[in-house]
């Protein structure tokens, strides 16, 4: 006759299991919405994304916390409980389950602590631009996103309204450089090294997020000393055209600012 006489041993073990189950689903799912809705509010989200994709992304947040607000309400340890009785599972037939069971635990508590401090490390420290950082890794790569414009609509635009990304596709698909010799410019953006003794002007340009950021970049007429790299900087000047056909930005004056709010482009 076998015995049952000890079936709620691992009630402590089982509660465990429990909390932990819902700190990786509720826990971190919470805290990642509060994250997400506190930027948002704050303006700061655009660091990480577009401003089109903002109220994408706090609808999400929103709805991600509803959920959990909701499933707090269950009894704890009710949404492991798949209704299937395993009180009579055997010593025997647990034995060979321990290793894989161990393995299990192992990765459970390796994955949780891991996604547990980046969470936390979003929670607790202040969100700042990849700007400078993503630009000077990219540094030498050939973009698309700067090698496809078309001139004609290029050529009849308003240059008043150019930025740094628009330039940088003047700058790389112009056949007729001539045409934009003189124009005036006013440009923000942060110093970045060339191979010369020049800097470039520098903005990154997203689409989606900064997963997708892609540094545009302008020869600018600066001394490679005046700036240390990653200086923002605030460029009045005019776009010249070179005997050779290359374009690049004469400075009438260079201002040193501080990081602007919403550092890319898009």
């Not at 959920?67 to 034995?95: F, K, M, N, Q």
């Not at 389950?97 to 936390?120: K, Q």
């Not at 790569?141 to 090698?147: D, G, M, V, Y």
């Amino acid at each position: 006759m076998s015995d049952h006489t000890h079936p709620h041993t691992d009630h402590a073990p089982s509660r465990a299991r429990a909390l932990g189950s819902r700190w990786l689903g509720i826990g971190l799912a919470t805290v990642i919405s509060v994250v997400t809705l506190g930027l948002g509010l704050t303006g700061r989200l655009n660091l990480y994304i577009s401003p089109e994709s903002v109220w994408f992304a706090c609808a999400a947040a929103v709805v991600t916390l509803v959920g959990a607000i909701w499933s707090c309400t269950l009894p704890l340890g009710d949404e492991g409980d798949h209704g299937h009785d395993h009180g009579d599972v055997t010593e025997t037939d647990a034995a060979p389950r321990s290793p894989r069971r161990a393995l299990a635990v192992a990765s459970t508590v390796t994955g949780g602590v891991i996604a547990s401090g980046v969470v936390v490390a979003a929670l607790v420290l202040p969100p700042a631009s990849l700007s400078v950082e993503l630009a000077m890794s990219r540094v030498g790569e050939q973009t698309a996103l700067f090698a496809g414009a078309d001139d004609v609509t290029l050529g009849v635009a308003d240059t008043s309204t150019f930025g740094v990304g628009d330039w940088a596709s003047v700058f790389a698909t112009a056949t007729n450089t001539a045409a934009y010799d003189g124009k005036t410019v006013t440009l923000t953006g942060f110093v970045t090294p060339t191979d010369a003794d020049e800097v470039n002007l520098t903005r990154l340009v997203i689409t989606h997020c900064v997963i997708d950021a892609q540094p545009a970049t302008l020869p600018v007429t600066i001394d490679a000393g005046e700036f240390d790299t990653g200086q923002w900087v605030e460029v009045e000047g005019t776009i010249k055209a070179d005997a050779d056909g290359s374009l690049h930005v004469e400075p009438n004056s260079v201002t040193p600012i501080d990081e602007p709010q919403d550092p890319y482009e898009y």
